[in-house]
């Protein structure tokens, strides 16, 4: 058992087993990507984060410091139109997107949602948090290649 998870480990994948749930954790273009899956439903959960970026349920995060206030943030997605965060807010939440903080002082959380769906074939996302604030850009270098590498893997991706 322990030489099967060196070999694993070795090869960048590493299994886990919690009860009835088996963790898959691996790197696939700088995304660490984990696999839940329930072995008695057989339900899977996937996650994958790059940096300051977590895709989950169809929806990209983008993390700003807890304490700069998002609720007010515009995007532009390569050189398209600027977008704020609250025209895709709906979707993203439909999606499973969390939107509650325990941040009692920045309810925003410093995070920006947007639906995957959107996203697909872009290569950066500028986000200004706020008007004080300046814009940072994203790169979303490997994302379409996570994805398809989830999607094989029997997750539902969006």
Known sequence: ???SVIALGLLGAVFQSQ???QIDRFTTSDWRVEVKQDRFTGKKHCTATNHDMV???G?????FSPNIDTAN???R????????AGSVAVEAAGLGANFSS???RNSSNGEVHIPVVYLSSATTVAIKPNDKAAHRDFKLRGLSEVLTTMQSRGCGVS
Request: proline share 0%; net charge negative.
């Open 73 to 75: 943030a515009v995007f």
């Open 1 to 3: 058992m322990i030489g």
């Open 59 to 63: 929806v990209l995060t983008f993390h």
């Open 55 to 57: 895709y989950d349920r």
């Open 77 to 84: 997605i390569d050189d398209g139109a600027v977008r704020t």
């Open 102 to 104: 325990k941040n009692t």
């Open 19 to 21: 009860g009835d749930i």
